[in-house]
Nanobody, 120 residues
Framework: VQLQAFGGGQVQPGGSLRLSCAAF??????IGWFRQAPGKEREGISC????????YYGDSAKGRFTISRDNARNTVYLQMNSLKPEDTAVYYC????????????????WGQGTQVTVSS
């Protein structure tokens, strides 16, 4: 499955962005969102099963980010609210037919990433 993440950009602190992850046949896969800031390890943000059940939110995402999916559109979304400068990173979506986890090494398919920059 070829994943495409988009929707990133520059936003002021406190603002919102909605990221999208699209792929043909995506509805059969669990989809995770990850991010990687410069000089830091890749971090799991959230994951949603093919049955539309979020399995976790990372500590940095709890209360601010929401994962959802529209299988009819073959798209998974990450709604990000109350953004902070420390949310600045490249955001990736990943897919796997079996697992839905924060451990990036366990997901098989990855998109190219979209840059999110939070600054004033």
């Amino acid at each position: 499955v070829q994943l495409q993440a988009f929707g990133g950009g520059q936003v002021q602190p406190g603002g919102s962005l909605r990221l999208s992850c699209a792929a043909f046949g995506l509805d059969y896969y669990n989809i995770g969102w990850f991010r990687q800031a410069p000089g830091k390890e890749r971090e799991g943000i959230s994951c949603i099963t093919s049955n539309n059940d979020p399995t976790y939110y990372g500590d940095s995402a709890k209360g601010r980010f929401t994962i959802s999916r529209d299988n009819a559109r073959n798209t998974v979304y990450l709604q990000m609210n109350s953004l902070k400068p420390e949310d600045t990173a490249v955001y990736y979506c990943a897919a796997d037919a079996k697992v839905c986890t924060k451990w990036d090494t366990e997901l098989d398919y990855w998109g190219q990433g979209t840059q999110v920059t939070v600054s004033s």
